[in-house]
């Protein structure tokens, strides 16, 4: 799904500066950092192809090994329901400021639902089989990372904003 989900990102970005609007700044989100790169000049469309195709490839080897959980509480919140299983569950995306997605091993996950159900708070469980931006991804970043030796960013020509590290970047952070 990476593959086709970055193609179809780059794709309306294409449509958009044909139809006359070119973006002065690009953020993206987990893979949608990938479409930003490219789009900020970062990254060559080939370059991109090949950061997402060696990291769904090693993301693959995570299926089935964890959940993700989106629940309807603040950061501070969420940091306090995970406090005891911080090793196996962690905020996996903060999407706004009372939407938490977490991600880690099924049973503290199943246990923080039946938390939020008891208190009637919005909980739900992706439909995805890999426990995205959690410990489970830990083990499989040296050989993304090693794949990726070759890899030659550019500086970006658009202003480029990375959720990881929460700053305007110039592409050199994609080494």
Not at 59 to 86: F, N, R, Y
Request: aromatic share 4%; hydrophobic share 40%; charged share 20%.
């Amino acid at each position: 799904a990476q593959p086709a989900i970055m193609a179809i990102q780059i794709a309306l970005v294409e449509l958009w500066k044909k139809h006359g609007v070119v973006p002065q700044g690009v953020v993206g989100h987990s893979i949608g950092e990938v479409a930003a790169a490219y789009t900020s000049g970062a990254l060559t469309l080939e370059q991109a192809v090949q950061v997402i195709y060696h990291r769904s490839r090693g993301q693959h080897a995570a299926t089935g090994k964890g959940k993700m959980l989106a629940i309807s509480v603040t950061q501070e919140k969420a940091e306090e329901l995970i406090k005891d299983v911080s090793d196996v569950v962690s905020i996996g995306a903060v999407n706004g400021p009372e939407m938490i997605v977490l991600s880690g091993d099924e049973r503290p996950l199943i246990r923080i639902s039946e938390l939020m159900e008891a208190n009637d708070i919005f909980n739900k469980f992706l439909r995805v089989t890999v426990p995205f931006h959690s410990h489970h991804m830990e083990p499989l970043k040296d050989e993304l990372i090693g794949s990726l030796l070759e890899l030659q960013p550019q500086k970006a020509k658009l202003d480029l904003y990375s959720t990881v590290t929460g700053k305007k970047e110039d592409g050199s952070h994609l080494l």
